[in-house]
């Protein structure tokens, strides 16, 4: 994967996180003082000036203080795959009506139109898609609970008539117009040209900004979980789209975290996660706790599968709930066949143009003309800025063109998508991950998962099994401050680093992957035979095969793994897996 994961995805509600950029290339190994400062300088400048202004970045703080805890009532791997395998495989779209500026709209009295959202589901049936993921707007559930929940239901009712389940994502922090606080009541007109200029975060910055208020949130999380809990229409919840993003930054962090405690406490049949974004801390709270992974990727494919791959060291299912975007080469024919090969869910952005204007890039403004290139959707509406008849029919009032204007962007990708969910429908689909983890990694989160290690140089033969290791310290995969792709769970900040652990085994593989994400000039030894060193650093986890000599290092019970790395400018990291082909 690139450098630049921390900021490589950028959803349909992105805009870019620029201290997240700049702390990238400051953690780059051939990059001077000057050389850096030079960067910053470039990139303050190419950034557009309509973009949202971004919180400055706060302090370092270490992994010891962003540990995650165990969650008791996170889904075992075992039946989160039994979960993802009893179904078709998952292929839908982020869903907003035509006619509706965001969701505050979409579920508020005056807008909420049944009929229109069966019209164009039923479109999305005949396409053979099986699923939506649709925001919540919390400020529409306080103004009156019963009734958003029966408006809600029946679009559940409707969504189910057509056979799509759907993935309710109960907060968004995202932000493109001026409006970072929602508010009940007729929302914005549509500017021509604006980016989902009406677009409202939920529950609004304000209230994520000031824990007094968060006791509000708490009865929204309970309640609309509660009501829903054994649905099985509800088909998994999303429970906080791209947190920390609009601008808001880490104060998200902590209350994602009690969204996954209040979830928890009313534990529904369907699983829970919040999706891979933003900055380390969050992204580590999202895979520790989630059930099934999802995260977000506007890529071209080799980027999609680096992002993939990554995600996969976690074992569990993974669904990709936000792609598609054209112009960066995120297209139904590149993304499709990564998503079918891998077994991964594909929940693209959108599925009908309309008020939203998503086929407009990130960050257009008001009178940008409408772009040869669709960013997102897959349908034109009557709601569509093409469409509008000259001289315009009022964006903001009740629409009566004179007809309706539902044509497929491409009908090539309509067709590529049938084609693709009916190939998937036919082939056998995997029950679990193709690998089983001998030894994990940092991405999986288990409270088994530590090692042996000192910054003070040992004496004697370290890496042998006779070696006595019990004055070291004890600490979770894997060890550092920060690099790109990083996960570090246990504080590294000196020059030096020794780890050892013990890996029983039942039996030698016949095959098996080391997993090593370094930086830098790691050795790696298994009962004290070296199996593996180089110098250089990596900027995500690398798969090395094993060859049959280095299998021999290995025994039935108990083996040593030990590993020496060093550090001398930019990020610092290592973290170490062995994993071996899964048994059926």
Same mark, same amino acid.
């Given at each position: 994967?690139?450098?630049?994961?921390?900021? $490589?995805?950028?959803?349909?509600?992105?805009?870019?996180?620029?201290?997240?950029?700049?702390?990238?290339?400051?953690?780059?190994?051939?990059?001077?003082?000057?050389?850096?400062?030079?960067?910053?300088?470039?990139?303050?400048?190419?950034?557009?000036?309509?973009?949202? !202004?971004?919180?400055?970045?706060?302090?370092?703080?270490?992994?010891?203080?962003?540990?995650?805890?165990?969650?008791?009532?996170?889904?075992?791997?075992?039946?989160?795959?039994?979960?993802?395998?009893?179904?078709?495989?998952?292929?839908?779209?982020?869903?907003?009506?035509?006619?509706?500026?965001?969701?505050?709209?979409?579920?508020?009295?005056?807008?909420? /139109?049944?009929?229109?959202?069966?019209?164009?589901?039923?479109?999305?049936?005949?396409?053979?898609?099986?699923?939506?993921?649709?925001?919540?707007?919390?400020?529409?559930?306080?103004?009156?609970?019963?009734?958003?929940?029966?408006?809600?239901?029946?679009?559940?009712?409707?969504?189910?008539?057509?056979?799509?389940?759907?993935?309710?994502?109960?907060?968004? /922090?995202?932000?493109?117009?001026?409006?970072?606080?929602?508010?009940?009541?007729?929302?914005?007109?549509?500017? =021509?040209?604006?980016?989902?200029?009406?677009?409202?975060?939920?529950?609004?910055?304000?209230?994520?900004?000031?824990?007094?208020?968060?006791?509000?949130?708490? %009865?929204?999380?309970?309640?609309?979980?509660?009501?829903?809990?054994?649905?099985?229409?509800?088909?998994?919840? *999303?429970?906080? #789209?791209?947190?920390?993003?609009?601008?808001?930054?880490?104060?998200?962090?902590?209350? &994602?975290?009690?969204?996954?405690?209040?979830?928890?406490?009313? *534990?529904?049949?369907?699983?829970?996660?919040?999706?891979?974004?933003?900055?380390?801390?969050?992204?580590?709270?999202?895979?520790?706790?989630?059930?099934?992974?999802?995260?977000?990727?506007?890529?071209?494919?080799?980027?999609? $599968?680096?992002?993939? #791959?990554?995600? %996969?060291?976690?074992?569990?299912?993974?669904?990709?709930?936000?792609?598609?975007?054209?112009?960066?080469?995120?297209?139904?024919?590149?993304?499709?066949?990564?998503?079918?090969?891998?077994?991964?869910?594909?929940?693209?952005?959108?599925?009908?143009?309309?008020?939203? $204007?998503?086929?407009?890039?990130?960050?257009?403004?008001?009178?940008?003309?409408? !772009?040869?290139?669709?960013?997102?959707?897959?349908?034109?509406?009557?709601?569509? &800025?093409?469409?509008?008849?000259?001289?315009?029919?009022?964006?903001?009032? /009740?629409?009566?063109?004179?007809?309706?204007?539902?044509? =497929?962007?491409?009908?090539?990708?309509?067709?590529?998508? %049938?084609?693709?969910?009916?190939?998937?429908?036919?082939?056998?689909?995997?029950?679990?991950?193709?690998?089983?983890?001998?030894?994990?990694?940092?991405?999986?989160?288990?409270?088994?998962?530590?090692?042996?290690?000192?910054?003070?140089?040992?004496?004697?033969?370290?890496?042998?099994?006779?070696?006595? *290791?019990?004055?070291?310290?004890?600490?979770?995969?894997?060890?550092?401050?920060?690099?790109?792709?990083?996960?570090?769970?246990? *504080?590294?900040?000196?020059?030096?680093?020794?780890?050892?652990?013990?890996?029983?085994?039942?039996?030698? =593989?016949?095959?098996?992957?080391?997993?090593?994400?370094?930086?830098?000039?790691?050795?790696?030894?298994?009962?004290?035979?070296?199996?593996?060193?180089?110098?250089?650093?990596?900027?995500?986890?690398?798969?090395?095969?094993?060859?049959?000599?280095?299998?021999?290092?290995?025994?039935?019970?108990?083996?040593?793994?030990?590993?020496?790395?060093?550090?001398?400018?930019?990020? $610092?990291?290592?973290?170490?897996?062995?994993?071996?082909?899964?048994?059926?």
């Amino acid at each position: 994967m690139s450098a630049l994961h921390r900021v $490589q995805n950028f959803p349909c509600t992105h805009h870019f996180s620029l201290h997240k950029i700049l702390n990238i290339f400051m953690s780059f190994k051939n990059t001077t003082r000057c050389g850096k400062y030079l960067l910053s300088l470039m990139l303050v400048a190419s950034v557009s000036a309509s973009a949202q !202004p971004v919180t400055p970045p706060a302090p370092p703080v270490s992994a010891t203080l962003q540990a995650t805890p165990i969650d008791a009532k996170r889904w075992t791997t075992a039946r989160a795959w039994q979960w993802y395998q009893g179904q078709p495989w998952p292929c839908g779209f982020n869903y907003i009506p035509s006619h509706s500026i965001s969701y505050t709209e979409m579920f508020m009295p005056y807008n909420f /139109d049944a009929k229109k959202i069966d019209s164009e589901l039923a479109m999305a049936q005949a396409d053979g898609f099986n699923c939506a993921r649709v925001v919540l707007p919390f400020v529409v559930w306080e103004h009156d609970p019963a009734a958003f929940k029966g408006r809600f239901s029946e679009f559940l009712a409707v969504a189910s008539k057509r056979g799509i389940k759907l993935m309710p994502a109960l907060f968004d /922090d995202c932000v493109f117009g001026h409006t970072a606080d929602p508010s009940y009541g007729r929302q914005p007109v549509v500017v =021509p040209g604006w980016y989902a200029n009406g677009w409202t975060p939920s529950p609004g910055h304000a209230i994520v900004r000031d824990k007094t208020q968060w006791p509000r949130l708490e %009865k929204y999380v309970k309640d609309m979980i509660s009501t829903y809990k054994t649905d099985k229409r509800v088909w998994l919840w *999303d429970l906080y #789209n791209e947190p920390t993003n609009g601008g808001i930054g880490e104060v998200t962090v902590p209350l &994602v975290n009690k969204v996954f405690d209040w979830a928890r406490e009313v *534990d529904p049949i369907q699983p829970l996660t919040s999706d891979v974004f933003g900055s380390i801390a969050m992204q580590r709270l999202a895979l520790d706790r989630s059930d099934i992974i999802t995260f977000h990727n506007y890529d071209p494919p080799e980027s999609l $599968q680096a992002n993939i #791959n990554q995600l %996969k060291l976690t074992g569990r299912p993974i669904i990709c709930s936000e792609w598609l975007n054209r112009a960066r080469q995120s297209t139904p024919s590149g993304a499709l066949p990564i998503f079918t090969r891998e077994n991964v869910g594909a929940i693209h952005w959108g599925y009908i143009n309309g008020r939203t $204007q998503t086929n407009f890039p990130w960050g257009s403004k008001a009178g940008m003309p409408s !772009p040869k290139i669709w960013q997102h959707d897959l349908y034109r509406s009557e709601y569509t &800025v093409e469409s509008i008849p000259t001289g315009g029919y009022g964006f903001g009032i /009740d629409y009566s063109p004179n007809a309706a204007q539902r044509t =497929p962007y491409d009908p090539a990708e309509i067709a590529l998508f %049938k084609t693709n969910i009916a190939n998937m429908a036919r082939a056998p689909r995997p029950s679990g991950p193709s690998e089983q983890w001998l030894l994990p990694t940092a991405l999986t989160h288990e409270a088994n998962n530590l090692w042996r290690y000192t910054t003070t140089e040992p004496n004697g033969n370290w890496t042998s099994e006779s070696f006595d *290791d019990t004055a070291w310290k004890t600490g979770a995969g894997g060890f550092g401050t920060d690099a790109p792709n990083s996960w570090p769970r246990t *504080d590294w900040n000196t020059n030096d680093i020794w780890l050892r652990r013990v890996v029983t085994l039942q039996k030698v =593989p016949t095959q098996a992957t080391l997993y090593l994400h370094y930086d830098e000039d790691p050795q790696v030894y298994i009962n004290g035979q070296q199996v593996f060193a180089t110098k250089g650093y990596t900027d995500n986890y690398k798969a090395i095969p094993l060859s049959a000599t280095t299998l021999a290092t290995l025994k039935p019970g108990k083996n040593i793994i030990a590993v020496r790395c060093r550090q001398t400018t930019g990020g $610092q990291y290592i973290d170490v897996g062995l994993s071996a082909p899964r048994t059926p």
